[in-house]
Protein backbone atom coordinates (compact mmCIF):
# COMPACT_ATOMS: atom_id res chain seq x y z
CA UNK A 1 0.00 0.00 0.00
CA UNK A 2 1.58 3.41 -1.39
CA UNK A 3 1.00 6.51 0.58
CA UNK A 4 0.88 9.71 -0.70
CA UNK A 5 3.05 12.81 0.54
CA UNK A 6 1.35 16.11 1.65
CA UNK A 7 3.26 18.69 1.53
CA UNK A 8 0.22 20.85 3.19
CA UNK A 9 -0.08 18.43 6.09
CA UNK A 10 1.57 19.77 9.17
CA UNK A 11 3.35 16.75 9.55
CA UNK A 12 3.93 15.29 6.09
CA UNK A 13 1.67 12.80 6.04
CA UNK A 14 -2.47 12.90 7.29
CA UNK A 15 -1.98 9.02 8.51
CA UNK A 16 1.28 9.95 10.48
CA UNK A 17 1.69 9.51 14.36
CA UNK A 18 1.48 13.36 15.48
CA UNK A 19 3.78 14.07 18.80
CA UNK A 20 2.65 12.66 21.81
CA UNK A 21 0.22 10.34 19.94
CA UNK A 22 0.45 6.96 19.31
CA UNK A 23 1.50 3.41 21.91
CA UNK A 24 0.49 5.07 25.31
CA UNK A 25 4.12 3.13 26.11
CA UNK A 26 6.03 6.21 25.38
CA UNK A 27 4.16 8.01 28.32
CA UNK A 28 5.88 5.37 30.85
CA UNK A 29 9.36 6.42 28.89
CA UNK A 30 8.51 9.99 29.50
CA UNK A 31 8.03 9.67 33.41
CA UNK A 32 9.71 6.64 33.95
CA UNK A 33 13.37 7.11 32.77
CA UNK A 34 15.70 4.32 32.71
CA UNK A 35 19.31 4.92 34.12
CA UNK A 36 21.89 3.39 33.19
CA UNK A 37 25.09 3.64 35.25
CA UNK A 38 28.51 3.00 33.41
CA UNK A 39 30.80 1.45 36.26
CA UNK A 40 33.78 -0.53 37.40
CA UNK A 41 31.69 -3.34 38.25
CA UNK A 42 29.70 -5.97 36.26
CA UNK A 43 26.70 -4.80 34.93
CA UNK A 44 24.53 -7.97 34.65
CA UNK A 45 25.43 -8.14 38.04
CA UNK A 46 25.09 -4.89 39.41
CA UNK A 47 21.69 -4.86 37.80
CA UNK A 48 20.66 -8.02 39.97
CA UNK A 49 21.75 -6.53 43.09
CA UNK A 50 19.61 -3.29 42.66
CA UNK A 51 16.67 -5.25 41.10
CA UNK A 52 16.27 -8.09 43.66
CA UNK A 53 18.35 -6.78 46.63
CA UNK A 54 17.78 -3.00 47.00
CA UNK A 55 18.01 0.11 44.89
CA UNK A 56 21.59 2.45 45.11
CA UNK A 57 18.50 4.86 47.10
CA UNK A 58 18.26 2.06 49.76
CA UNK A 59 21.38 0.85 50.36
CA UNK A 60 22.79 4.52 50.63
CA UNK A 61 19.83 5.03 53.08
CA UNK A 62 20.98 2.64 55.19
CA UNK A 63 24.15 3.77 55.30
CA UNK A 64 23.41 7.33 55.87
CA UNK A 65 21.44 7.32 58.85
CA UNK A 66 24.54 4.95 60.48
CA UNK A 67 26.99 7.60 59.11
CA UNK A 68 24.69 10.49 60.59
CA UNK A 69 24.41 9.37 63.66
CA UNK A 70 28.38 8.43 64.06
CA UNK A 71 28.88 12.16 63.22
CA UNK A 72 26.90 13.48 65.23
CA UNK A 73 28.38 11.67 68.37
CA UNK A 74 25.40 8.81 68.48
CA UNK A 75 25.13 5.38 68.28
CA UNK A 76 24.25 3.59 65.13
CA UNK A 77 20.56 3.09 64.92
CA UNK A 78 19.92 -0.88 65.72
CA UNK A 79 16.82 -1.21 63.21
CA UNK A 80 19.56 0.89 60.30
CA UNK A 81 22.15 -1.47 61.02
CA UNK A 82 20.27 -4.32 60.92
CA UNK A 83 18.97 -3.13 57.88
CA UNK A 84 21.85 -2.92 56.41
CA UNK A 85 23.55 -6.41 57.46
CA UNK A 86 20.46 -8.35 55.99
CA UNK A 87 21.32 -6.00 52.71
CA UNK A 88 24.64 -7.22 52.94
CA UNK A 89 23.83 -10.56 53.34
CA UNK A 90 21.55 -10.63 50.67
CA UNK A 91 24.20 -9.03 48.20
CA UNK A 92 26.67 -11.72 48.93
CA UNK A 93 23.62 -14.18 48.30
CA UNK A 94 23.44 -12.80 44.70
CA UNK A 95 27.08 -12.50 44.12
CA UNK A 96 27.53 -16.25 44.96
CA UNK A 97 24.58 -17.11 42.57
CA UNK A 98 25.92 -15.16 39.98
CA UNK A 99 29.52 -16.79 40.06
CA UNK A 100 27.68 -20.35 40.39
CA UNK A 101 26.35 -19.08 36.96
CA UNK A 102 29.37 -17.88 35.40
CA UNK A 103 30.99 -21.19 36.15
CA UNK A 104 27.85 -23.00 35.32
CA UNK A 105 27.71 -21.32 31.16
CA UNK A 106 31.99 -21.40 31.03
CA UNK A 107 31.71 -25.03 31.60
CA UNK A 108 28.42 -25.37 29.74
CA UNK A 109 30.50 -23.67 26.44
CA UNK A 110 33.63 -25.30 27.18
CA UNK A 111 31.53 -28.48 26.70
CA UNK A 112 29.45 -27.28 23.89
CA UNK A 113 33.09 -26.05 22.50
CA UNK A 114 35.33 -29.20 22.82
CA UNK A 115 32.27 -31.11 21.18
CA UNK A 116 31.69 -28.27 18.13
CA UNK A 117 35.43 -27.02 17.76
CA UNK A 118 38.04 -29.85 19.14
CA UNK A 119 41.08 -27.81 17.61
CA UNK A 120 39.51 -24.63 18.90
CA UNK A 121 39.24 -26.27 22.24
CA UNK A 122 42.73 -26.72 22.44
CA UNK A 123 43.75 -23.62 21.81
CA UNK A 124 41.73 -21.92 23.93
CA UNK A 125 43.00 -24.71 26.70
CA UNK A 126 46.30 -23.44 25.96
CA UNK A 127 45.88 -20.04 25.80
CA UNK A 128 44.38 -20.24 29.34
CA UNK A 129 47.11 -22.21 30.61
CA UNK A 130 49.64 -20.11 29.29
CA UNK A 131 48.30 -16.60 30.62
CA UNK A 132 48.05 -17.78 34.79
Known amino acids: MTQNWN????????????PLSGDVSQWFRIFSPSITVEGRGDP??????VRDVA?????LG????????????EQAPAEE????????ADIEKVK????????????AAMLALSK??????????GSLKSAR
Not at 81 to 88: G, Y
Request: glycine residues 10%.
Open 7 to 18: PWWPWGQPNANE
Open 44 to 49: DLEGRI
Open 55 to 59: TYGAQ
Open 62 to 73: QISAIVLALADG
Open 81 to 88: VAKLRAIV
Open 96 to 107: ESYKQGALDRAR
Open 116 to 125: DDPAGYAELL
